[in-house]
């Protein structure tokens, strides 16, 4: 059985894509939760030696913190320039460490980046009470995207691409969020967990073999507007 590996495995994401593939791939967890620092060059360095010969990578893994209850706005040119470090160390640094990595040590394979909505355009600001989405997110999702266009052009052995995902509806969502949210999505909704696994199982597929350095976006047509 083929072997593909999944950052962040332990997440909402992760956890569905570990249920989805189980029995198409032998899925290597890498997780915080597991112990796993991907923020660790040595750590990411060793694992990708010890573990060789894979098929895929899906990099799931990201600085994300959800607001919590009674948060105080912070305005943009207030934010510490330590927290926008915080998510370019997660999401663009050890993204990049552990694709690099698994170039390294492999001869050809397929590579999936996961960025968000908010890589490609900016927050509709008014969606969110009490809350500002930090910049350091959406500074850090576009570079995903221009880190896989360039790993893509330099290593044409491997299809590396991106998939750019909308908000996944959660029932702990604030329902004034939820409401304000679908209303700015042509499709009226926040994307359903199981809509999730279609697109990553298709660029697994040996079919798509022809299509790297580029983005598919599972947004509900958020980004079309």
């Not at 909505?117 to 910049?135: C, D, Q, R, S």
């Amino acid at each position: 059985m083929k072997k593909i590996v999944i950052t962040g495995s332990e997440g909402l994401i992760g956890t569905k894509l570990k249920e989805y593939f189980h029995n198409k791939f032998e899925i290597l967890n890498l997780d915080i939760s597991l112990g796993h620092d991907l923020t660790d060059e040595n750590f990411v360095k060793n694992f990708f030696k010890k573990n060789k010969n894979l098929y895929g990578l899906i990099v799931l893994h990201a600085y994300n913190p959800l607001p919590l209850k009674n948060t105080t706005k912070i305005e943009p040119v207030d934010f510490d320039l330590n927290e926008i470090k915080d998510y370019l160390n997660v999401n663009v640094i050890s993204a990049f460490d552990v694709c690099r990595n698994f170039i390294k040590n492999n001869k050809n394979g397929k590579i999936i980046n996961v960025s968000s909505l908010y890589g490609e355009v900016a927050p509709k600001h008014h969606i969110y009470n009490n809350f500002t989405k930090h910049i350091g997110y959406g500074l850090s999702k576009s570079s995903v995207v221009m880190m896989t266009k360039y790993l893509a052009t330099y290593y044409p052995n491997f299809n590396i691409n991106t998939v750019i995902l909308g908000g996944v509806h959660q029932e702990e969502f604030d329902k004034n969020f939820v409401k304000k949210y679908n209303e700015n999505t042509p499709i009226k909704r926040m994307m359903n967990i199981n809509e999730v696994t279609s697109c990553f199982d298709f660029l697994l597929k040996k079919e798509s073999s022809y299509i790297t350095g580029t983005e598919i976006k599972v947004d509900g047509g958020w980004t079309a507007w």
